[in-house]
T-cell receptor, first 114, second 117 residues
Framework: EAQVTQNPRYLITVTGKKLTVTCSQN?????MSWYRQDPGLGLRQIYY???????DKGDVPEGYKVSRKEKRNFPLILESPSPNQTSLYFC?????????????FGDGTRLSIL | DQQVKQNSPSLSVQEGRISILNCDYT??????FLWYKKYPAEGPTFLIS?????DKNEDGRFTVFLNKSAKHLSLHIVPSQPGDSAVYFC????????????????FGQGTILTVHP
């Protein structure tokens, strides 16, 4: 089954404690992306990756890091989380070319930073 | 500055009637537009898309219209069904191929559609 898997699904943690949200896809997609969803703001892109070792900033990259060492994985790293990063996070993937944009999304990770 | 705007936070329609969801954008570099549907506790799922070289794309009950001069797109659902009740996001792709924005996808705030039986 084609899918994008995020872990954990829920996490409550404290300010300043480094955390990583993993994302893995089994569709051999070149493109992967991270979004956060906040009330009234919709989905905002954090980082995206066009292929292995290629990453670019989205609209809200501050406070986040990503890496793309393997095609299937695209972890999101919060080095020093703060309460304003409390949000619902989605990872997505797609092929490139004309299909870029018709992304497959994971089911989300709800982060609470106290 | 919100480059993609869905100005209606919610829409309520009767089963069998038409649902029209609207989206406005400001960036003239957007050349590919998409609609996603999202149910609670799930990730968004792709619904339908349209290239800027077209003004209409149809897929079953779903039709997307694009008015480039007005920088406006809309999603029509006919007939609406209770199972269509969800949050709908429009999104735009900044397809400046070779530019630093290639691969950026900008979403609107979403519209909650409720279809009553």
């Amino acid at each position: 089954e084609a899918q994008v898997t995020q872990n954990p699904r829920y996490l409550i943690t404290v300010t300043g404690k480094k955390l990583t949200v993993t994302c893995s896809q089994n569709m051999n997609h070149e493109y992967m992306s991270w979004y956060r969803q906040d009330p009234g703001l919709g989905l905002r892109q954090i980082y995206y990756s066009m292929n292995v070792e290629v990453t670019d900033k989205g609209d809200v990259p501050e406070g986040y890091k990503v890496s793309r060492k393997e095609k299937r994985n695209f972890p999101l790293i919060l080095e020093s989380p703060s309460p304003n990063q409390t949000s619902l996070y989605f990872c997505a993937s797609s092929s490139t070319g004309t299909d870029l944009g018709t992304q497959h999304f994971g089911d989300g990770t709800r982060l609470s930073i106290l | 500055d919100q480059q993609v705007k869905q100005n209606s936070p919610s829409l309520s329609v009767q089963e069998g009637r038409i649902s029209i969801l609207n989206c406005d954008y400001t960036n003239s570099m957007f050349d590919y537009f998409l609609w996603y549907k999202k149910y609670p506790a799930e990730g968004p799922t792709f619904l339908i898309s349209i290239s800027s070289i077209k003004d209409k794309n149809e897929d079953g009950r779903f039709t997307v219209f694009l008015n480039k001069s007005a920088k406006h797109l809309s999603l029509h659902i006919v007939p609406s069904q209770p199972g269509d009740s969800a949050v709908y996001f429009c999104a735009a792709r900044d397809n400046a191929a070779g530019g630093t924005s290639y691969g950026k996808l900008t979403f609107g705030q979403g519209t909650i559609l409720t279809v009553h039986p």
